[in-house]
């Protein structure tokens, strides 16, 4: 299995990105827990979002209201639509997916992740 995250890049601080994760390798991540992290240098990764595969979404209160997190189960990709972009949002953002379990248990480690993409935010 394999996540490929893309959408990276710099923005101002006001700004929107989106980013995509497209997944391969898998047929049936329509059923699984797939979540975003954040991970900046020198502090612990965060998760960002999740949602399973009802579509529950859950959100880390630094993000609640400004990003979206959502599937497209037939293109295989996880997005996760970021708005009002702040400075403390820079980050290297990981797609990340639990390959066992269908609906989110937070704290729960994911088992499959990708590389990462690159949010710097400018003021």
């Known amino acids: 299995v394999q996540l490929v995250e893309s959408g990276g890049g710099s923005v101002q601080a006001g700004g929107s990105l989106r980013l995509s994760c497209s997944i391969s390798?898998?047929?049936?991540?329509?059923?699984?827990?797939m979540a975003w992290f954040r991970q900046t240098p020198g502090k612990e990764i965060e998760t960002v979002a999740t949602?399973?595969?009802?579509?529950?979404?859950f959100y880390a209160e630094s993000v609640k209201g400004r990003f979206t997190i959502s599937r497209d189960n037939a293109k295989k990709t996880l997005y996760l639509q970021m708005t009002s972009l702040k400075l403390e949002d820079a980050a290297t953002y990981y797609c990340?997916?639990?390959?066992?379990?269908?609906?989110?248990?937070?704290?729960?480690?994911?088992?499959?992740w990708g590389k990462g993409t690159l949010v710097t935010i400018s003021s």
């Open positions: 990340a997916a639990d390959l066992l379990i269908s609906r989110c248990i937070p704290g729960r480690p994911m088992d499959t």
């Open positions: 390798g898998y047929d049936s991540t329509r059923n699984r827990c």
């Open positions: 949602i399973s595969s009802d579509s529950t979404t």
